[in-house]
T-cell receptor, first 114, second 112 residues
Framework: DAKTTQPNSMESNEEEPVHLPCNHSTISGTDYIHWYRQLPSQGPEYVIHGLTSNVNNRMASLAIAEDRKSSTLILHRATLRDAAVYYC???????????????FGTGTRLKVLA | EAQVTQNPRYLITVTGKKLTVTCSQNMNHEYMSWYRQDPGLGLRQIYYSMNVEVTDKGDVPEGYKVSRKEKRNFPLILESPSPNQTSLYFC???????????FGPGTRLTVT
């Protein structure tokens, strides 16, 4: 199975951009890249996902390398409420059965400094 | 309100005593899934279900069973719990089209 690798922790100053990296060198062509975050004492919540092209939504941007072996989640202006564990995930499709499963990385704990 | 509910939220039990953790969603989602979260290991998928009567193993299925008899419910069954199943469990659901998963609040299970 493909896997993802993320730094254990990162720090950012409030109101500054944050770039959270993820390596997924064994990704398959049909695997989607998802990002979720988990606030303390809560379940993970969806942030963004993509397949090949860069993606933007109201929460963040996702930059995907051309060879798809890495991606970066970009928070444009970090706030104190963005302090969380951010997970880079592969949604791996079984092309024979059409089923898919999610493979989580161990996550990056983001600390935002006031 | 769109939500995924899990019961119980906290459970302490003894080795070998069968238990069921329920999961229910009100969004008519096809895809449902169970995860366990352990320190240093992140979340790992236990079982998933593409739709009613369609289930498959995730990365850590040993010691667990699931069933999907109705679209809204996806219970997790531990036939003979052991201490290594002490963990925080999350249920999630998604619409295949939307791709994003909604997670429940979690069930903290302790097996002594």
């Amino acid at each position: 199975d493909a896997k993802t690798t993320q730094p254990n922790s990162m720090e950012s100053n409030e109101e500054e951009p944050v770039h959270l990296p993820c390596n997924h060198s064994t990704i398959s062509g049909t695997d989607y890249i998802h990002w979720y975050r988990q606030l303390p004492s809560q379940g993970p919540e969806y942030v963004i996902h993509g397949l090949t092209s860069n993606v933007n939504n109201r929460m963040a941007s996702l930059a995907i390398a051309e060879d798809r072996k890495s991606s970066t989640l970009i928070l444009h202006r970090a706030t104190l409420r963005d302090a969380a564990v951010y997970y880079c995930i592969l949604r791996a499709t079984n092309t024979l059965s059409g089923t898919y499963k999610y493979i989580f990385g161990t996550g990056t704990r983001l600390k935002v400094l006031a | 309100e769109a939500q995924v509910t899990q019961n119980p939220r906290y459970l302490i039990t003894v080795t070998g005593k069968k238990l069921t953790v329920t999961c229910s969603q009100n969004m008519n989602h096809e895809y449902m899934s169970w995860y366990r979260q352990d320190p240093g290991l992140g979340l790992r998928q236990i079982y998933y279900s593409m739709n009613v009567e369609v289930t498959d193993k995730g990365d850590v299925p040993e010691g667990y069973k699931v069933s999907r008899k109705e679209k809204r419910n996806f219970p997790l069954i531990l036939e003979s719990p052991s201490p290594n199943q002490t963990s925080l469990y999350f249920c999630a659901s998604s619409s295949g089209v939307a791709l994003s998963q909604y997670f429940g609040p979690g069930t903290r299970l302790t097996v002594t």
